[in-house]
C-alpha cells in the first residue's frame, strides 16, 4: 500500500504541481501535517518537503543519496530546501536546443539555455503550445490555414504558434499578428524576416476594424485589455472561425455596471466586486460563445501564482447555437450590457428579422 501510495506521489510531482499536503495523522503527538512544493533551484526542478509537528518544522533534504533534516521553530518561515527529483519535464519546445526567437526575445541565451528569470516565460510558452496541440485537428487539412494573433504585443506566443505549427510540423499555415503598438510591431517584422518566416506577417491596427482578410481559421487573443477582448471575439465569429482561443485581460465593463441588491452586502468591497465581476465577464462570454455554435471550455492558462489573469476560453465550433434565456435574465437581474452581447445579439436579431 505504500509503495502504491509512493507511486501517486511521484507521479504527481512536475512542473504543474501547486502544492501537495498530507495531514489527518492516526497519532496526534507525531507529524501533523507534510507539504511538498516545486522550487526552481539554479533551472532546475525541484521539490520541497516540509512536515509539520506542534512545535517544529522539519524541512528534508535529499543530496547524492544522503538525506539530511532541519529543525524549524513553529511559525517560523521555511527557506527553500529543495528534494531532488529525477523526473524532468518534456517541453515541446526542446529547452537545450537554441532556437532564434527565443534567444532574441531574451528567453534563451546564446548557447541554448533558458535564461534564468524567464523560466516562467518559456513554461507559459509551453503550456499556450499543448493547448494549440489539442486544436491542431480542427483546423483544414486541404487549404493554408491562416491564424490572426489580436494584441499580439511582444509576440512570444506568436512567434513560439509559428515555430512550432510552420517549422517543426510543417503545417501549412499563415499567421498574422496584429497590435496597436508601431514600433514593437516593426520590431517584430524584422525579427520575422531575418528568420525567414515568410508566411508570418506582424501589422499595426487596431482589432474592431481590422478587416485584412475575408477568412480566418483561427483567432487567438490574449491579454488584450477590458472590451477590446469583445471586439476580438466578435470579429472571430463573424468570420466563423473554427477555433478560438482567449486570455481576457482587465475586465472593467463589468465592474462599473453591476448592481443588485441581493448582492449589495458582498458588493461593497471593492476587492470581491472586482474579482466577481470578472469572473462574470468571461463566463458571459462563454455562454455568448456557446450561443454562436461553439463548444466552449474554461480552462487555466498559467499557475496562479504567476499571474492572477489565468483564464483560457478555448472554443470550437460546433454549429449547435443555443438559446440561452437564463443567461438574459441573469444579465437583466444585475444590471449588466457586455460589449459582446451588445455585438453578437445585434447581428443575431438582424439575421432573424
Given at each position: 500500500?505504500?509503495?502504491?501510495?509512493?507511486?501517486?506521489?511521484?507521479?504527481?510531482?512536475?512542473?504543474?504541481?501547486?502544492?501537495?499536503?498530507?495531514?489527518?495523522?492516526?497519532?496526534?503527538?507525531?507529524?501533523?501535517?507534510?507539504?511538498?512544493?516545486?522550487?526552481?533551484?539554479?533551472?532546475?526542478?525541484?521539490?520541497?518537503?516540509?512536515?509539520?509537528?506542534?512545535?517544529?518544522?522539519?524541512?528534508?533534504?535529499?543530496?547524492?543519496?544522503?538525506?539530511?533534516?532541519?529543525?524549524?521553530?513553529?511559525?517560523?518561515?521555511?527557506?527553500?530546501?529543495?528534494?531532488?527529483?529525477?523526473?524532468?519535464?518534456?517541453?515541446?519546445?526542446?529547452?537545450?536546443?537554441?532556437?532564434?526567437?527565443?534567444?532574441?526575445?531574451?528567453?534563451?541565451?546564446?548557447?541554448?539555455?533558458?535564461?534564468?528569470?524567464?523560466?516562467?516565460?518559456?513554461?507559459?510558452?509551453?503550456?499556450?503550445?499543448?493547448?494549440?496541440?489539442?486544436?491542431?485537428?480542427?483546423?483544414?487539412?486541404?487549404?493554408?490555414?491562416?491564424?490572426?494573433?489580436?494584441?499580439?504585443?511582444?509576440?512570444?506566443?506568436?512567434?513560439?504558434?509559428?515555430?512550432?505549427?510552420?517549422?517543426?510540423?510543417?503545417?501549412?499555415?499563415?499567421?498574422?499578428?496584429?497590435?496597436?503598438?508601431?514600433?514593437?510591431?516593426?520590431?517584430?517584422?524584422?525579427?520575422?524576416e531575418d528568420y525567414?518566416?515568410?508566411?508570418?506577417?506582424?501589422?499595426?491596427?487596431?482589432?474592431?476594424?481590422?478587416?485584412?482578410?475575408?477568412?480566418?481559421?483561427?483567432?487567438?487573443?490574449?491579454?488584450?485589455?477590458?472590451?477590446?477582448?469583445?471586439?476580438?471575439?466578435?470579429?472571430?465569429?463573424?468570420?466563423?472561425?473554427?477555433?478560438?482561443?482567449?486570455?481576457?485581460?482587465?475586465?472593467?465593463?463589468?465592474?462599473?455596471?453591476?448592481?443588485?441588491?441581493?448582492?449589495?452586502?458582498?458588493?461593497?468591497?471593492?476587492?470581491?466586486?472586482e474579482r466577481?465581476?470578472?469572473?462574470?465577464?468571461?463566463?458571459?462570454?462563454?455562454?455568448?460563445?456557446?450561443?454562436?455554435?461553439?463548444?466552449?471550455?474554461?480552462?487555466?492558462?498559467?499557475?496562479?501564482?504567476?499571474?492572477?489573469?489565468?483564464?483560457?476560453?478555448?472554443?470550437?465550433?460546433?454549429?449547435?447555437?443555443?438559446?440561452?434565456?437564463?443567461?438574459?435574465?441573469?444579465?437583466?437581474?444585475?444590471?449588466?450590457?457586455?460589449?459582446?452581447?451588445?455585438?453578437?445579439?445585434?447581428?443575431?436579431?438582424?439575421?432573424?428579422?
Amino acid at each position: 500500500m505504500i509503495n502504491e501510495w509512493k507511486e501517486i506521489l511521484v507521479d504527481c510531482m512536475d512542473q504543474h504541481l501547486a502544492k501537495i499536503i498530507i495531514s489527518g495523522p492516526r497519532k496526534k503527538d507525531s507529524v501533523r501535517k507534510i507539504e511538498i512544493r516545486p522550487v526552481l533551484l539554479k533551472e532546475q526542478l525541484v521539490f520541497q518537503a516540509s512536515a509539520y509537528t506542534e512545535k517544529q518544522v522539519q524541512v528534508l533534504v535529499s543530496k547524492k543519496g544522503k538525506r539530511t533534516v532541519r529543525q524549524l521553530k513553529s511559525g517560523c518561515p521555511v527557506p527553500a530546501a529543495p528534494l531532488e527529483h529525477n523526473r524532468r519535464k518534456k517541453y515541446i519546445l526542446d529547452p537545450d536546443i537554441p532556437v532564434p526567437f527565443l534567444h532574441d526575445l531574451g528567453v534563451q541565451t546564446k548557447e541554448g539555455k533558458i535564461v534564468h528569470s524567464r523560466y516562467d516565460k518559456f513554461r507559459q510558452m509551453n503550456r499556450f503550445l499543448e493547448f494549440i496541440e489539442d486544436i491542431v485537428p480542427e483546423l483544414p487539412k486541404d487549404r493554408e490555414s491562416v491564424i490572426i494573433d489580436f494584441g499580439c504585443g511582444k509576440s512570444y506566443l506568436t512567434f513560439a504558434m509559428y515555430y512550432y505549427l510552420h517549422e517543426l510540423k510543417h503545417y501549412d499555415v499563415r499567421i498574422i499578428g496584429l497590435d496597436l503598438k508601431a514600433d514593437v510591431i516593426a520590431h517584430c517584422q524584422q525579427l520575422a524576416e531575418d528568420y525567414g518566416y515568410e508566411k508570418l506577417t506582424f501589422l499595426t491596427g487596431d482589432i474592431a476594424d481590422y478587416d485584412g482578410v475575408d477568412h480566418v481559421d483561427m483567432v487567438v487573443t490574449l491579454h488584450a485589455c477590458d472590451t477590446a477582448t469583445d471586439y476580438a471575439l466578435d470579429k472571430a465569429v463573424r468570420w466563423g472561425a473554427k477555433v478560438i482561443l482567449s486570455v481576457p485581460c482587465c475586465q472593467h465593463e463589468v465592474n462599473r455596471q453591476i448592481e443588485n441588491e441581493l448582492l449589495q452586502p458582498v458588493l461593497k468591497y471593492g476587492l470581491i466586486k472586482e474579482r466577481m465581476s470578472a469572473l462574470l465577464t468571461d463566463a458571459i462570454r462563454a455562454n455568448l460563445l456557446e450561443e454562436a455554435g461553439y463548444q466552449v471550455q474554461v480552462l487555466e492558462f498559467i499557475d496562479m501564482e504567476h499571474t492572477p489573469k489565468n483564464i483560457l476560453l478555448r472554443a470550437v465550433k460546433s454549429g449547435r447555437q443555443k438559446r440561452a434565456e437564463e443567461l438574459t435574465k441573469m444579465m437583466e437581474e444585475l444590471h449588466v450590457s457586455p460589449t459582446l452581447a451588445a455585438l453578437m445579439r445585434e447581428e443575431r436579431d438582424a439575421a432573424d428579422a
